[in-house]
């Protein structure tokens, strides 16, 4: 069971949209619509930011939109803005009740 | 609101037993439609999902760790904890309790993570 595929490091400037990737198999992402994608500030936990491919949680802004195809699923930020800047990771359900993270993208504003 | 806060030892030596608790409160681990579980990072490294453990002590494990860990909860004590065993410097990361639901891979609560080091 191989950590889900994600790039290294994406960037943008403020106002631009950037899109993150997350590419695993039909046993993970390509078996179910539970995709979840969450973003880590340096020294702190984990946040959710997208839950079931494409839903937000309350208090996360209308910016961040998620999507999937097959075996990738994809969060996009429009608007960027400074305090986007943080390492970013897709989840995904792997059957059986367990889990399986990507490897993490650093999201760096210009 | 709901907070999880883990606790034990920060150092542990090789071969040896990592032992971690999570302590909920704001919330009951009784509540249905959620699991209980485990993430570790390692220093600059990713997640990894260890498992997770439901109220009625059903449990599921990551393939990768399966032989060495245990998670169990005791809903009296508002706790549930991790067991690793044969530890070594690998197993040296940043561990997290959080709450995920039932169906799917939502986490929507988190600790605040505990340093556990290896040497």
């Known amino acids: 069971q191989s950590a889900l595929t994600q790039p290294r490091s994406v960037s943008g400037s403020p106002g631009q949209s950037v899109t993150i990737s997350c590419t695993g198999t039909s046993s993970d992402v390509g078996r179910s619509y539970f995709v979840s994608w969450y973003r880590q500030h340096p020294g702190s936990a984990p946040e959710l930011v997208i839950y079931d491919v494409n839903k937000r949680p309350s208090g996360i802004p209308g910016r961040f939109s998620g999507s999937k195809s097959v075996n990738t699923a994809s969060l996009t930020i429009s608007g960027l803005q400074a305090e986007d800047e943080a390492e970013y990771y897709c989840c995904s359900y792997a059957g059986s009740n367990t889990l399986i993270f990507g490897g993490g993208t650093t999201l760096t504003v210009l | 609101q709901l907070q999880l806060q883990e606790s034990g030892p920060g150092l542990v030596r090789p071969s040896e037993t990592l032992s971690l608790n999570c302590t909920v409160s704001?919330?009951?681990?009784?509540?249905?439609?959620?699991?209980w579980g485990w993430i570790r990072q390692p220093p600059g490294k990713g997640l990894e999902w260890i498992g997770s453990v439901y109220f009625n002590g059903n449990t599921q494990y990551s393939p990768s760790l399966k032989s060495r860990v245990s998670v169990s909860v005791d809903t009296s004590r508002k706790q549930f904890s991790l067991t690793l065993n044969s530890v070594t410097a690998a197993d040296t990361a940043v561990y997290y309790c959080?709450?995920?639901?039932?169906?799917?891979?939502?986490?929507?609560?988190w600790g605040q993570g505990t340093l556990v080091t290896v040497s």
């Open positions: 704001g919330g009951s681990l009784m509540t249905s439609g959620y699991y």
């Open positions: 959080a709450r995920r639901t039932l169906v799917g891979s939502t986490i929507d609560y």
